[in-house]
């Protein structure tokens, strides 16, 4: 593409927009003095203030963003370019994307002329779902359907299944009497592991930050839940949105972060205004930033990198975050669950619980917190499951279990001793009528789409992955697929850059082994 962008010219609209987000140019005609290489982290929300009030990203605007923040002309489109939500051809400014994901396939989701095909929008619970986009002066974003589902919980969903208000920050408040030491030390004896799939020790990752010399220390929820299946963030945060300020306050304050930042999915608009809310209430300084939908960005330097306004690209490790994070310096970052516990830990409940994503062919879908253990059929009893033909655990990086397999405790050991993963916490029921070998072909699509490209492993190893998959399904095979299918899983597992590739094959591994689908 001939990239003329430092040519084209923006709409008085489209400049009001992006000025808005980088504050209005000098009018002294001097562009070397307005050049400021330390805010190319504004690109981003530049572009998509730029596309909600046009209803996409214009080369004026573009051009325009690039000039404002001295980013190049190309680093800017590839930034454009990375991002699902940004489109760079004219489009209506009323636009309505229909989920055609796992759960909203099992609730006969169909796309109407004109919609746009989406990837997973984490409304898995409320399936089918939509989520429409209207830009103009006043541009809003509406998630369908509305309505509330079961929520199960005595522990962290407790004010949201009872509806009382949260109150003062009392656990903040019992970690400042406690002092920096003793709350690190009380979340490490908790045993609290992450909550956002690797399940890595909490404790043990704050007091990495908390002992860096290097300054500033910063924290980062990871609130780009784009697991296919995964809601669990989303429900916190519409309902229950100063349990997590509060997490992200003592997390701060116990690592010695001078900044927060949340990072949240583009595709949840009122969970991002419930926690602007709450965020301006708290007078803490969290800054709320949100994506543009990229599900590799849910990979925690992907997202340093989104936030930093480049594509959101992983970073090799070492080194880790820890050390250096964001803008190179000592990050702590946790998603949302792993927060939300932090305050009742302080206040003394230390029960294990966990949430868990039900969705798919069950009477009654929602978010259940159960205790760590707890049978996995004892929570399809629970949600009303129909007799399964299987159960996806984790997402689309997860595995298929089958229906005699329903006795596994839901516990980061019995999920480990079982060879599969709790991941996100999704439990998607199949029912007898489901078509599994058209959910293994949309998990391969899904991994194809969002493979972010960068390394040869996940670029290449996605793509072969779901051609050998559809000649399988079609009867056109060639040669022994399910050795290439074997070989592609074990590169992409031991030589991709992040999780993204490394954990691609999972979920069409289990439904070969396991299920015995396309075998």
């Given at each position: 593409m001939d990239l003329k962008l430092l040519e084209a010219e923006p709409t008085d609209a489209e400049r009001a927009a992006i000025d808005a987000v980088v504050g209005v140019e000098p009018d002294d005609g001097n562009r070397v003095a307005r050049r400021d290489r330390t805010r190319r982290h504004l690109l981003l929300p530049a572009l998509r203030a730029a596309q909600q009030r046009a209803g996409w990203v214009t080369p004026g605007a573009l051009g325009y963003a690039s000039r404002r923040l001295d980013v190049p002309p190309a680093d800017a489109y590839g930034v454009a370019t990375f991002y699902?939500?940004?489109?760079?051809?004219?489009?209506?400014?009323?636009?309505?994307?229909?989920?055609?994901?796992?759960?909203?396939?099992?609730?006969?989701?169909?796309?109407?002329?004109?919609?746009?095909?989406?990837?997973?929008l984490g409304l898995c619970e409320l399936a089918p779902a939509s989520l429409r986009t209207i830009a103009g002066e006043e541009p809003r974003e509406i998630q369908l359907p509305e309505q509330r589902l079961p929520v199960h919980g005595d522990r962290l969903l407790k004010r949201i299944v009872s509806g009382e208000p949260y109150g003062e920050f009392a656990a903040l408040a019992r970690a400042k009497e406690m002092g920096q030491d003793a709350v690190i030390h009380a979340i490490a004896d908790s045993k609290l592991l992450g909550r956002g799939g690797a399940a890595f020790p909490t404790g043990a990752k704050w007091e990495a930050v908390a002992r860096q010399p290097a300054l500033p220390h910063y924290l980062v929820c990871n609130a780009d839940e784009s697991?296919?299946?995964?809601?669990?963030?989303?429900?916190?945060?519409?309902?229950?949105?100063?349990?997590?300020?509060?997490?992200?306050?003592?997390?701060?304050?116990?690592?010695?972060?001078?900044?927060?930042?949340?990072y949240i999915r583009a595709e949840y608009p009122l969970a991002q205004e419930r926690m602007r809310e709450a965020i301006e209430a708290s007078g803490l300084d969290i800054e709320l930033r949100i994506g543009a939908g990229a599900y590799v960005c849910g990979e925690e330097t992907a997202l340093f990198q989104s936030i930093e306004?480049?594509?959101?690209?992983?970073?090799?490790?070492?080194?880790?975050?820890?050390?250096?994070?964001?803008?190179?310096?000592?990050t702590v970052v946790n998603n949302v669950e792993t927060l939300v516990n932090v305050p009742p830990i302080l206040l003394g409940d230390t029960r294990e619980t966990r949430l868990f994503c039900v969705s798919g062919h069950v009477a009654r879908p929602g978010l259940y917190e159960l205790e760590l253990g707890t049978p996995l059929g004892?929570?399809?009893?629970?949600?009303?499951?129909?007799?399964?033909?299987?159960?996806?655990?984790?997402?689309a990086a997860g595995s298929f279990l089958r229906p005699d397999q329903l006795d596994l405790p839901l516990s980061f050991d019995g999920a480990r001793e079982a060879g599969v993963t709790l991941g996100s916490g999704v439990v998607m029921v199949f029912g007898e009528q489901a078509d599994l070998v058209e959910a293994v072909l949309r998990i391969a699509e899904f991994f194809r789409d969002e493979s972010c490209g960068q390394c040869v492993p996940c670029r290449i190893g996605t793509v072969r992955q779901e051609e050998a998959l559809h000649r399988l399904a079609s009867g056109r095979t060639q040669g022994d697929e399910l050795a290439v299918l074997a070989d592609l899983s074990q590169v992409m597992r031991d030589a991709s850059i992040c999780g993204l590739g490394q954990t691609a094959a999972s979920a069409v591994d289990s439904a070969i082994h396991n299920l015995g689908v396309l075998a």
């Open positions: 699902a939500m940004l489109a760079l051809e004219e489009r209506p400014p009323e636009v309505l994307h229909v989920c055609t994901d796992l759960a909203c396939r099992l609730a006969g989701a169909k796309v109407p002329e004109g919609a746009v095909p989406s990837p997973c697991e296919p299946g995964t809601f669990k963030d989303r429900v916190i945060m519409e309902q229950d949105p100063q349990a997590l300020v509060e997490g992200m306050a003592i997390a701060m304050f116990a690592t010695g972060c001078e900044k927060g930042y949340l306004g480049y594509r959101g690209e992983p970073r090799n490790k070492p080194p880790f975050p820890v050390e250096v994070g964001l803008y190179g310096k000592p004892e929570l399809l009893d629970l949600a009303g499951a129909e007799p399964p033909k299987a159960v996806l655990l984790g997402g």
